[in-house]
């Protein structure tokens, strides 16, 4: 071995850091210990670094003796049965990748499988093997995706493993506090002395611990030191408030909207909008209430009568010439021009007549004043974005759903949504409308926006994208969500579902189940790769109910090829089934060691 231009520092507890830090930067702009920068710094470089790898290996200078480590506390959570502990093991010993060329075989991945374990081990409530704590570790440190269920699972031995090990230091910084015991709600001093001179992790930690008890006194905490708070501390403790959200937030948020951060201020209003009864969400059902109305003597747009005014940077959506009245401020058009709507029938008129349709007129704001920037309106547009439109849709997103019905003449959200909308305002509105739903979490209103999921339109009558509808759908339960989805997939196929699945709850109910696996048995007839369907495969492989697995039993055959296929393709399409099989069988098998149902 080369030996360096001259003798390497002695080890010390960064010397390897320091070691991995010049390499990194390289040695024309840092040189290793005792070595001037020149053409023998990257072979010192490596022999330096080869010295204190012997020197790692080979054990540890001799020192005094140090404070042996306190026991790991106790895990006093029942053991594994036998079985789940050696199904455990394979799953972290024993974790095979996908295979490359596109094809996977038919063995499971038990990757994606492991999650779904730890998910049933904390339900059932068990504690870990110790001896696999190491193993579970290293697994939750290479997926982020993977650690909060397996630290639940792994318990307070992993904690204290982690103090040990630098490597597991994250299991630290994931838990709340650092691992730190929290004081109990009702211990004061305790609680105010450690919000006061804690570390930031542990106060976060404390305060969304008070907020799950008691919200009240987790907010009374913030507000005795809100004033003195950096602002990002500040922005993160006023996001704790999410949970146990409620009308006795309301003043705090709203002194909140005057704080120094624009930041803090778009979430205080954020929050003050999901509550409906807030001052806040009055003031923004009053602004949208003054860009929104019914136009009831407005033609249909196919005998394409109006005047021209059309287009979102027009003043007037509706033409004075017809006599309608345009939307002018919060009451609106109240009186007889809304109580004497007649619905939704006749929306779209008859090409040959002249009979006026009730229509939504759109009239947006024409300037950001300092109260909408107050209650939390971003007056600067994203690139791309007109201004007017840009508010309306921020205005009409934090209005109350509730505000429309009364608005527009006592409709349901349903007939709300299928009314038409002039000038091209539809997408904004109905967008904001989706935002709002979301928001609020109002079913009514999602289902409305959400449709039919047998429409000929995929995009249904008020969402704009993939993501938009899994957000609604978020908001519905989970036998309504299957059931919407099962119909989607009927209707539209695969192609356009694999966003709507996830948000569905595991396992798959029979009927959503049946039609993704129809979908698929549909595609193979095709004679198309599998390839493409591997996305929906792999959740079909986690989420489709294990006692599916006789059924799918008739598709494990290679099919006869239409003439058009693909070549080979029955062949794959057979393989990628025998994995969906044996994939839910296994499944089986470790609800079935774990005592889940």
Same mark, same amino acid.
């Given at each position: 071995?080369?030996?360096?231009?001259?003798?390497?520092?002695?080890?010390?507890?960064?010397?390897?850091?320091?070691?991995?830090?010049?390499?990194?930067?390289?040695?024309d702009?840092?040189?290793?210990?005792?070595?001037?920068?020149g053409?023998?710094?990257?072979?010192?470089?490596?022999?330096?670094?080869?010295?204190?790898?012997?020197?790692?290996?080979? %054990?540890?200078?001799?020192?005094?003796?140090?404070?042996?480590?306190?026991?790991?506390?106790?895990?006093?959570?029942?053991?594994?049965?036998?079985?789940?502990?050696?199904?455990?093991? $394979?799953?972290?010993?024993d974790?095979?990748?996908?295979?490359?060329?596109?094809?996977?075989?038919?063995?499971?991945?038990?990757?994606?499988?492991?999650?779904?374990?730890?998910?049933?081990?904390?339900?059932?409530?068990?504690?870990?093997?110790?001896?696999?704590?190491?193993?579970?570790?290293?697994?939750?440190?290479?997926?982020?995706?993977?650690?909060p269920?397996?630290?639940?699972?792994?318990?307070?031995?992993?904690?204290?493993?982690?103090?040990?090990?630098?490597?597991?230091r994250?299991?630290?910084?994931?838990?709340? %506090?650092?691992?730190?015991?929290?004081?109990?709600?009702?211990?004061?001093?305790?609680v105010?002395?450690?919000?006061?001179?804690?570390?930031?992790?542990?106060?976060?930690a404390?305060?969304?611990?008070?907020?799950?008890?008691?919200?009240?006194?987790?907010?009374?905490?913030?507000?005795?030191?809100?004033?003195?708070?950096?602002?990002?501390?500040?922005?993160?403790?006023?996001?704790?408030?999410?949970?146990?959200?409620?009308?006795?937030?309301?003043?705090?948020?709203?002194?909140?909207?005057?704080?120094?951060?624009?930041?803090?201020?778009?979430?205080?209003?954020?929050?003050?909008?999901?509550?409906?009864?807030?001052?806040l969400?009055?003031?923004?059902?009053?602004?949208?209430?003054?860009?929104?109305?019914?136009?009831?003597?407005?033609?249909?747009?196919?005998?394409?009568t109006?005047?021209?005014?059309?287009g979102?940077?027009?003043?007037?959506?509706a033409?004075?010439?017809?006599?309608?009245?345009?939307?002018?401020?919060?009451?609106?058009?109240?009186?007889?021009?809304?109580?004497?709507?007649?619905?939704?029938?006749?929306?779209?008129?008859?090409?040959?007549?002249?009979?006026?349709?009730?229509?939504?007129?759109?009239?947006?704001p024409?300037?950001?004043?300092?109260? $909408?920037?107050?209650?939390?309106?971003?007056?600067?547009?994203?690139?791309?974005?007109?201004e007017?439109?840009?508010?309306?849709?921020?205005?009409?997103?934090?209005?109350?759903?509730?505000?429309?019905?009364?608005r527009?003449?006592g409709?349901?959200?349903?007939?709300?949504?299928?009314?038409?909308?002039?000038?091209?305002?539809?997408?904004?509105?109905?967008?904001?409308?989706?935002?709002?739903?979301?928001?609020?979490?109002?079913?009514?209103?999602?289902?409305?926006?959400?449709?039919?999921?047998?429409?000929?339109?995929? %995009?249904?009558?008020?969402?704009?994208?993939?993501?938009?509808?899994?957000?609604?759908?978020?908001?519905?339960?989970?036998?309504?969500?299957?059931?919407?989805v099962?119909?989607?997939?009927g209707?539209?196929?695969?192609?356009?579902?694999?966003q709507?699945?996830g948000?569905?709850?595991?396992?798959?109910?029979?009927?959503?189940?049946?039609?993704?696996?129809?979908?698929?048995?549909i595609?193979?007839?095709? %004679?198309?790769?599998?390839?493409?369907?591997?996305?929906?495969?792999?959740?079909?492989?986690?989420?489709?109910?294990?006692?599916?697995?006789?059924?799918?039993?008739?598709?494990?055959?290679?099919?006869?090829?239409?003439?058009?296929?693909?070549?080979?393709?029955g062949?794959?399409?057979?393989?990628a089934?025998?994995?969906?099989?044996?994939?839910?069988?296994?499944?089986?098998?470790?609800?079935?060691?774990?005592?889940?149902?």
């Open positions: 071995m080369t030996r360096t231009s001259a003798p390497v520092d002695a080890p010390g507890a960064n010397a390897w850091e320091g070691l991995v830090t010049t390499a990194l930067l390289g040695t702009r840092r040189t290793p210990p005792g070595t001037a920068p053409p023998a710094a990257p072979t010192a470089l490596l022999d330096a670094a080869a010295a204190e790898t012997v020197r790692r290996r080979a %054990g540890l200078r001799p020192a005094r003796a140090a404070e042996r480590p306190q026991p790991a506390p106790p895990d006093t959570r029942p053991p594994l049965p036998p079985a789940a502990a050696r199904r455990l093991a $394979m799953l972290l010993a974790r095979p990748g996908p295979s490359g060329g596109g094809r996977r075989g038919t063995a499971p991945d038990l990757t994606e499988l492991l999650p779904q374990w730890l998910a049933v081990a904390n339900a059932r409530g068990f504690a870990p093997p110790p001896q696999l704590l190491p193993a579970l570790l290293d697994a939750a440190r290479g997926r982020t995706d993977l650690r269920a397996a630290l639940r699972f792994a318990g307070p031995r992993a904690l204290w493993l982690a103090r040990l090990n630098p490597d597991w994250f299991a630290l910084r994931a838990t709340p %506090g650092g691992g730190t015991a929290l004081p109990h709600p009702e211990d004061g001093d305790r105010r002395r450690l919000w006061q001179d804690g570390l930031f992790a542990e106060r976060v404390l305060l969304s611990a008070l907020r799950s008890r008691e919200p009240a006194a987790a907010r009374d905490l913030l507000a005795t030191t809100w004033a003195t708070e950096r602002a990002e501390d500040r922005l993160m403790f006023l996001d704790s408030l999410r949970a146990g959200l409620g009308p006795d937030d309301e003043p705090f948020l709203e002194q909140a909207l005057a704080d120094r951060s624009r930041n803090v201020r778009a979430t205080a209003a954020e929050l003050l909008s999901a509550l409906p009864g807030s001052a969400a009055a003031r923004m059902a009053v602004r949208a209430e003054a860009c929104v109305a019914i136009d009831h003597l407005r033609t249909p747009r196919p005998l394409r109006g005047t021209g005014n059309e979102h940077g027009r003043t007037a959506p033409s004075a010439s017809t006599g309608a009245t345009r939307p002018t401020g919060p009451t609106g058009l109240t009186g007889p021009a809304i109580t004497g709507a007649t619905g939704i029938t006749g929306a779209t008129g008859t090409v040959g007549a002249a009979e006026a349709t009730p229509t939504i007129a759109v009239e947006a024409h300037e950001c004043d300092p109260g $909408m920037e107050r209650d939390g309106v971003v007056a600067k547009a994203p690139a791309g974005r007109g007017r439109s840009w508010w309306f849709g921020q205005l009409v997103e934090a209005a109350p759903l509730g505000t429309w019905s009364r527009l003449g409709r349901t959200p349903r007939e709300i949504v299928a009314l038409p909308v002039a000038d091209d305002w539809q997408g904004e509105l109905h967008a904001a409308w989706c935002r709002a739903a979301v928001r609020q979490q109002d079913a009514e209103w999602s289902r409305a926006l959400l449709g039919d999921p047998s429409a000929p339109e995929a %995009g249904g009558p008020g969402a704009v994208s993939l993501a938009e509808r899994a957000k609604l759908l978020g908001t519905l339960n989970a036998a309504e969500r299957a059931e919407w099962a119909g989607f997939i209707t539209h196929g695969l192609s356009e579902a694999f709507l699945l948000v569905c709850a595991v396992p798959w109910g029979a009927p959503l189940g049946r039609a993704v696996v129809d979908a698929l048995n595609a193979r007839d095709a %004679g198309s790769y599998p390839w493409s369907f591997s996305g929906v495969m792999g959740l079909a492989e986690r989420c489709l109910n294990p006692s599916e697995a006789s059924r799918l039993d008739a598709l494990l055959a290679v099919p006869d090829e239409p003439e058009n296929a693909s070549p080979g393709a062949g794959y399409w057979a393989e089934f025998q994995r969906l099989v044996t994939t839910l069988r296994l499944r089986a098998a470790m609800a079935e060691e774990l005592g889940a149902a």
